[in-house]
């Protein structure tokens, strides 16, 4: 999807500070069972059958795409007298800037989680480990409305002196589904006849969760599509939660036909800028299983589509249905990074409650435009693990984000140095974050410090609970990849050290226990 390099995580990662100062390497958390490879030295992060221990990789989109561009690291230039590792630049501060990528979407920790649960395997199942932190909740603080704020938290990989882990947490403000502004809402609808069975009733179930959410005064509009574009409701303004209007023109959805999924989204963006309203939160809804079989099919020219209406702020929510074998990920979640919003999979009635009923708000609003994160680092640091899409020392390279209400963008990396003996009781890391006001479009930044040699003293529960989910994610990219392996069976053993330490520092935490039923399976 991205022009720009990319630069992304393979091989797990080695945590630290399982309870208070203890890290999971003293606390024997990573015992191999013998392997002297599972999880590499301490204070390496090259863990078992990491090849690119560098931390490049290419961007897992569920079949490999092109891998990243060292350039857009913002590492020093190779030294020829090293042996070709990079020359220690002890003198220049560190500048990056840092992308999850679409920073509420979540489509694919719910694709792996169903796939893995129903027996079906992860062969074809895309992995993109900045949406697993996206879909799993922590616990930041909330920030006063127009802003947000930002939590950096440091801990030691083992006994290292160099390298350490880093989180990074951009959290916005709480706002209520009642306190909200009033909405314009497209929903786009797949009629085709792919969508017969299990795929129509989760996008029946999408809808009504919508309808439910839905408040008088807020308007609605609907079209369904195939082969033919027919508009089923025009501005409809909602009398209350649950509208009979609206929930009888869902009960009447049907499938048939072929689908013009390019066809659709057109005439659901005429439809949203015939009722658009600066005002108000402008939603188009695309629900499909993706499915492009008619038509303009072409990814870039149905997201440039969906693109070109961001200016104009109308967001697009895409989400998918269907079964995941069939469920073509690739497109909509191109239709989705084009139009600036998530991208989700609702695989069943509780999924579609859960998205678009406790978490209506953060998945159809947003709290703070464009969001630029960067992180400075004293000499001698560099990035060598990543959670999210992008991180460049260019900004340009690297695309800000919107940041939803009751959410928080999570990064979770291990940098380290190679000058650990400059890292006096000054030393410091820095995270600022720039964005727009929702609202006024106001520019503002944010910024927050820590001192290395303090920081990593501290009990961090989010920063156990990212390592958890972290870990989790790059476990199911090896059983994908390399399946009945060791690497895999090591990734795995791994993913469940890390989660154990995160559920002793955050007890009863529902998200910890749905990885685990996923990991114990594996």
Same mark, same amino acid.
């Given at each position: ?9 393979? &091989? ?10 203890? &890290?999971?390497?003293? /606390? ?57 590792? $990079? ?5 220049? $501060? ?6 999850? %990528? ?42 006063? +409305?127009?802003?947000? @704020? ?62 439910? &959410? ?62 658009? %309203? ?6 188009? @809804? ?9 038509? @303009? ?45 998530? &991208? ?5 009635? /509780? ?8 978490? =209506? ?43 939803? +209400? ?28 720039? =964005? ?31 390592? /958890? ?22 990734? @795995? ?30």
């Amino acid at each position: 999807m991205r022009t720009h390099p990319v630069v992304r995580l393979l &091989s797990p990662v080695l945590l630290a500070l399982a309870v208070g100062c203890s &890290s999971y390497s003293d /606390a024997g958390l990573y015992d191999s069972g013998g392997d002297s490879n599972a999880t590499g030295p301490q204070g390496s992060a090259t863990a078992a059958g990491d090849s690119n221990p560098s931390g490049e990789a290419p961007n897992d989109e569920g079949g490999g795409s092109t891998g990243g561009d060292e350039a857009s690291t913002g590492e020093p230039e190779t030294s020829s007298s090293s042996g070709g590792e $990079p020359a220690c630049d002890a003198e220049a $501060p560190v500048v990056l800037y840092l992308s999850p %990528d679409d920073s509420n979407s979540t489509s694919s920790p719910v694709q792996a989680r169903e796939a893995v649960l129903g027996g079906f395997g992860l062969a074809s199942t895309p992995l993109r480990t900045w949406e697993f932190l996206n879909y799993y909740g922590f616990d930041y603080p909330r920030a006063d +409305p127009g802003s947000v @704020v930002v939590t950096p938290q440091l801990a030691r990989v083992g006994a290292s002196q160099d390298t350490f882990t880093l989180q990074i947490g951009v959290s916005s403000e709480k706002i209520a589904n009642a306190d909200r502004p009033l909405m314009n809402v497209t929903l786009v609808l797949d009629e085709s006849g792919s969508m017969e069975g299990a795929a129509m009733d989760m996008q029946k179930a999408t809808c009504r969760a919508i309808a439910g &959410s839905l408040r008088k005064g807020d308007v609605v509009s609907m079209v369904g599509w195939d082969t033919e574009n027919a508009v089923k409701m025009d501005g409809h303004v909602i009398t209350a939660a649950n509208d009979p209007t609206l929930l009888k023109a869902i009960d009447e959805l049907e499938a048939g036909g072929g689908t013009d999924l390019n066809g659709g989204l057109n005439a659901g963006y005429e439809l949203a800028h015939k009722q658009f %309203d600066q005002t108000r939160i402008n939603r188009v @809804v695309l629900i499909s299983d993706g499915g492009a079989n008619a038509g @303009v099919t072409d990814i870039e020219t149905i997201s440039g589509g969906a693109g070109a209406q961001d200016k104009d702020g109308i967001y697009l929510v895409g989400v998918g249905v269907g079964e995941g074998s069939y469920y073509n990920d690739a497109l909509m979640d191109a239709v989705t990074d084009a139009g600036r919003g998530a &991208s989700l999979f609702i695989p069943s009635e /509780a999924e579609a409650n859960k998205m678009f009923g406790e978490r =209506f708000v953060s998945t159809m609003h947003v709290a703070a435009r464009d969001v630029q994160v960067q992180l400075d680092m004293p000499p001698g640091f560099k990035i060598v693990k990543f959670s999210g899409e992008e991180y460049s020392s260019d900004p340009a390279e690297v695309q800000p984000q919107h940041l939803a +209400p009751n959410d928080a963008m999570v990064f979770h990396q291990t940098v380290a140095t190679c000058a650990p003996e400059q890292l006096g009781e000054t030393a410091e890391i820095k995270v600022t974050a720039r =964005f727009l006001d929702a609202r006024s479009f106001k520019a503002k930044e944010v910024a927050s410090s820590l001192f290395i040699g303090a920081a990593v003293a501290e009990a961090q529960p989010q920063l156990l609970k990212g390592a /958890a989910v972290f870990e989790y994610a790059e476990s199911l990219k090896l059983v994908r990849d390399q399946p009945s392996t060791a690497e895999a069976a090591a990734a @795995v053993k791994l993913a469940l050290a890390a989660l154990a330490a995160a559920e002793a520092s955050n007890p009863g935490d529902a998200d910890l226990a749905e990885i685990r039923s996923v990991l114990e399976l594996l």
